[in-house]
């Protein structure tokens, strides 16, 4: 537990709901009236971002009507997605009080309330009964959780037979030592990348069968390239992730983009199915 409370410390910002007002506010939108493609500048904290968001509920093909986990929710981006473009029922879950807070305040705004819901929970210990979700997605979390086969034991207890599972992590491609701070992580102490092998071996001891794998690489740079250049143009953006890291976020941004372009590591999703 002493892992899983410096992680929850490492995310969490006081005033932040406030801080993400007042941005959307320069922005012009309506607060009182929010619409998921709002917020995007700063509620998808996942290399990819909205794209790369997209991309998953299209690999994972979510449906009308169906009921999503998605573990370590952040504040809401994606499990908003998912509801408003795919009309799931999402259930999201997340270690940092504050992203919970704020991910249930955003929702209401947005007025999705009636089918995304957030609770404080880990990963490990899921407060869902067995066989509960048709569809699971973990989005930029598995680097903070060593045990990765105790996670996706515990994400398929609570999927159906046959549920789907899409995992979308940063991932080793070699052992070179990666550089502090990350997005994830300020030391080494609470950050646990490992490689694709890694993985799979974990999701098939944990009863599941992978179906496709996804290499993002191209797709994180090239939008990172496209948004260093705006950022060049047209400054930067009131409404951003800087808001989610803090003063270091600039340096946790390019240490991440620079082990990415190097070839250390690659955001990868693996979709699989529970068995």
């Not at 709901?17 to 996942?46: K, P, Q, V």
């Not at 309330?113 to 490990?124: E, G, M, R």
Request: aromatic letters at 6%.
């Amino acid at each position: 537990m002493d892992t899983e409370r410096e992680v929850a410390s490492h995310y969490s910002r006081e005033g932040l709901e406030a801080s993400i007002l007042d941005a959307l506010r320069a922005t012009g939108a309506n607060i009182d009236n929010l619409s998921s493609a709002d917020l995007r500048g700063a509620d998808e904290f996942h290399l990819g971002w909205h794209a790369a968001t997209a991309a998953l509920a299209s690999d994972l093909g979510l449906t009308k009507g169906e009921h999503v986990l998605d573990v370590g929710s952040g504040i809401g981006g994606p499990a908003r997605y998912f509801a408003e473009t795919c009309g799931c029922i999402v259930s999201g879950i997340d270690l940092t009080e504050d992203y919970v807070t704020v991910a249930t305040a955003l929702t209401q705004r947005c007025g999705l309330s009636d089918k995304v819901s957030f609770t404080q929970a880990s990963a490990l210990a899921l407060p869902f009964p067995s066989g509960h979700f048709d569809a699971a997605t973990l989005i930029h979390v598995g680097m903070n959780i060593p045990d990765k086969t105790t996670l996706f034991s515990e994400i398929r207890r609570v999927l159906k037979p046959g549920g789907r599972f899409g995992v979308y992590d940063v991932m080793r491609l070699d052992d070179v030592e990666l550089p502090f701070p990350m997005p994830w992580a300020q030391t080494s102490a609470t950050s646990h990348v490992e490689r694709p092998d890694t993985y799979r071996n974990a999701l098939e001891d944990a009863g599941f069968v992978i179906t496709a794998a996804h290499d993002r690489s191209a797709l994180a740079l090239d939008l990172a390239k496209a948004m260093r250049a705006k950022v060049a143009k047209d400054g930067a953006p009131p409404l951003g992730l800087h808001l989610l890291m803090g003063p270091a976020g600039g340096q946790r941004m390019e240490n991440v983009l620079g082990a990415l372009q190097r070839g250390h590591i690659a955001p990868v999703a693996l979709i699989a199915r529970a068995i």
